[in-house]
Every structure is written in C-alpha cells, then in structure tokens.
C-alpha cells in the first residue's frame, strides 16, 4: 500500500502580520483624505445652495430695484439659526444699496467661518456675482483662509466696505 503525503497550503502568521501592517498604514493614509473630501462635499452643496438664491434675488432686483424682503426665512439685515445644513451653525442675508449678501456661517469643524455671495446689481441691469469664504477675524475682501472651499470660488480683492455684519 502506498502512502500519500497531503500538503497543504496555508499562510502563516508572519505574512498575516505583514499583510494586516500594509492594510493598517493604507488606512491611515485614507482615513483623514476621504474624510476631507467629504467636509469638502458638504462646503460645495451650501455654495451650489447660495447659488440658488442668486436667481430669485435677481429677478427681484430686476423687477423692482429693491433686494427681496426675506431669503432662506432671514429678512434682510437679520441672522437665522440655518437647519438646512447640519454644518452651518447660521445662515445670513444684508443688503446695502446695490448689493446683496447672502451666507452660511460654518460650524467648528469646518473653520468657524462664513462662506457667502455677494451680488452687486449694476444700472445697466447687469449683476457681478461673487462668492467666497472668510474666517471669522476677516473682513470682506481680505481672506479666504477657509479649508474645504470649492477653488473655482475663492476670490480675493472685494470691496472691503460691504461687511459681514
């Protein structure tokens, strides 16, 4: 009778070791990248949200010379506490002359700053349009020192006259 050696394949703990070491420094590395992403995703949906309130603003200026009344349940020159916005702590609206303020004041996770637009109606019915982030020592026009706002959005060298309050 012949005798049948069984071998069998099987990992042994030193390369289970090295395998869980690897997926541990992957995760590390991943971890705070996906989650910046995700606060970055949240700064974008209240950009693209301000963005929403451009038009009716517009329209309205357009209709009547005047800013609308109230947006987003703020009147103009007034702060609500937001609740569209799990991390916007305030939502504002001002309005001066021919401008037009409109913005989420951020919780502490995301900088403790604002992210806003500013719309400046013009007399030849044209509007310039502006959005950006401040923290909460800025002034308008002099920082965009906010981590997570869409690049394409930042800008620098506004009218430093228009503030927050």
């Known amino acids: 009778m012949k005798k049948y050696k069984i071998i069998v394949d099987a990992f ?7 395998v869980i070491a690897i997926v541990a420094i992957i995760a590390v590395a991943a971890v705070p990248a ?3 992403m995700l606060k970055r995703m949240e700064v974008t ?9 451009k038009l009716a603003m517009t329209d309205t ?5 005047i ?19 799990d991390n916007a702590i305030n939502f504002r609206y001002n309005t001066l002359d021919n401008k037009a303020w ?14 806003f637009l500013v719309l400046i109606a013009h ?6 349009v502006h959005c950006g982030s401040l923290d909460n020592t800025c002034t308008l026009g002099y920082c965009n ?14 009218d430093s006259s228009y503030t927050l309050e």
């Open 102 to 115: 409109v913005g989420y004041q951020l919780s502490p996770d995301y900088g403790s700053g604002w992210i």
């Open 61 to 65: 200026y357009l209709a009547s010379s």
């Open 145 to 158: 020192s906010l981590d997570f706002f869409p690049t394409q959005c930042k800008e620098l060298d506004l």
């Open 67 to 85: 800013w609308p009344a109230a947006i987003n349940g703020a009147s103009a020159g007034t702060t609500v506490s937001d609740t569209f916005f």
């Open 34 to 36: 996906y989650n910046d």
């Open 12 to 18: 042994n703990v030193v390369e289970i070791v090295v």
């Open 123 to 128: 007399e030849d019915d044209s509007f310039a």
């Open 45 to 53: 949906k209240m950009v693209n949200k301000l963005g929403t309130f």
